[in-house]
């Protein structure tokens, strides 16, 4: 039998990687693209391992992502991100990758959606449609093509390469409140947990802050050692799930777990400290103002999700929440955070208005590169 071939571009950005289509190259959205997309991808697959199509099997490698030009006049194109369940026929559209943000412009600019100069920066007006919000990207080209090769490391991807800035505009919630319940700390009871100290914060993505130390951890455990351990997942996620209610994005636990596991993320958080990184870097608290480690469609996340460092560096410049009663007053500098792989600065401009804190900015250097291009094949009864 014939398969169906769709144009597709396989990308890295930042330390996620995923599968990128041309709008009109897909049926609408709804239940026939999200269909086509789990197959691609893989999903879903009872084994857990996406053998049967795009995807890594994990929350970094699990990923599609549709882009269109944009009707809106201050943008240029239009970015659509999904996170397909491995194990399950879910694709959560509820949030952005941070990550892959870096790869919409290069690939807007390489599929001939955006007008770019022969040598110099190009800068890429982008929608971000999942969250309603602009983010700015800062492509560096060469001799009319797109530079992927450069010096710029990032922790947690193997090589160097080109750097690509990112602006993320406005990125609170949707009425700009970071503060869905309007407290930098909130204690919640959380059935089987208890009374609990959190930090609810909706910037990037929404996000949910809690202390490692609450859990008998020091911040700096290893991915084998979280998700290793399976009773501290179902703790974890049972936190996710409840906090999710409480910021108003599910109607019950049960829902935030079987439709939203991409959003909000849940980051443990801890003082600086020594340890050994992902890959053997040696990272020193002198080095970092911040220990953050970012769970990912439940699983700790190899690195640290770019939405999730955003999210970090905008609650370290809140008054009261948990990062900033760690990291204290920074001033105007990047908060250096401390994450799986490493290290990474990011730094955001928080601003007062009417009685509400908002983030006018946050900004983050990324990478990415264009790994493969050509069709992907699906069966053609789909």
């Given at each position: 039998?014939?398969?169906?071939r ?9 330390s ?5 289509f ?11 693209r ?5 197959r ?24 599609v992502?549709?882009?269109?030009k944009?009707?809106?006049e ?13 194990e399950a026929p879910v ?6 990758c ?30 971000q ?17 797109v530079?992927e090769?450069g ?12 750097e690509?800035?990112l ?23 959380i ?9 609810l914060?909706?910037?990037g993505?929404?996000?949910i802050?809690?202390?490692?130390a609450?859990?008998g951890?020091s ?25 999710t ?12 777990t079987?439709l ?14 020594a340890?050994?990184?992902?890959g ?5 608290p ?5 220990i953050?480690?970012i769970?990912s ?11 999730g ?6 609650a ?13 007053d ?22 007062l208005?009417?009685g509400?804190?908002?983030v ?6 990324r990478s ?15």
């Open positions: 039998m014939t398969q169906r769709i144009p597709a571009v396989y990308m890295r950005g930042g996620s990687k995923g599968v990128f041309l709008d009109e190259h897909l049926p609408p959205a709804g239940a026939e999200d269909a086509i997309l789990l691609v991808i893989g999903s879903p697959d009872a084994y857990g391992k996406q053998i049967d199509g795009m995807g890594g099997a994990t929350s970094s490698t699990s990923k992502v549709v882009i269109g944009s009707a809106r201050d943008c240029d194109v239009d970015y659509l991100f999904g996170a397909p369940a491995v694709i959560d559209w509820s949030g952005n941070g990550n892959l943000s870096a790869a919409v412009g290069p690939y807007a600019i390489s599929e001939g959606l955006v007008e770019a100069p022969r040598n110099g920066t190009a800068v890429v007006r982008i929608w449609a999942n969250i309603q919000k602009r983010i700015i990207a800062h492509v560096p080209m060469h001799d009319g093509e530079q090769e010096d710029f490391v990032l922790d947690g991807v193997a090589f160097p390469a080109a690509v800035v602006e993320f505009l406005r990125p609170g919630g949707t009425d700009g409140n970071i503060l869905p319940t309007g407290n930098a700390l909130d204690e919640l009871d059935p089987g947990v208890g009374r609990l100290p959190v930090t914060l909706n910037a993505n929404p996000t802050f809690v202390d490692a609450r859990f951890l911040g700096t455990e290893t991915q084998e050692q979280v998700n290793g351990d399976s009773a501290l997942l179902a703790r974890l996620e049972s936190i996710r799930a409840h906090c209610v409480v910021m108003g994005l599910a109607e019950s636990a049960e829902e935030a079987r939203r596991p991409h959003t909000p993320k849940l980051c443990f958080v801890a003082r600086p400290q340890y050994q990184a992902a053997g870097k040696q990272v020193q002198e080095d970092i103002d911040v953050a480690r769970l469609m439940g699983r700790l996340h190899h690195a640290i999700t770019g939405t460092a955003v999210a970090v560096a905008v370290a410049a809140l008054e009261g929440t948990l990062v900033n009663r760690i990291v204290g920074i001033g105007d500098r990047q908060v250096r955070i401390g994450h799986t792989a490493g290290s990474v600065a990011v730094g955001a401009q928080t601003v208005e009417q509400r804190w908002s006018d900015k946050a900004v983050m250097s990415a590169r264009r790994l493969m291009e050509g069709w992907v094949c699906i069966p053609e009864v789909l």
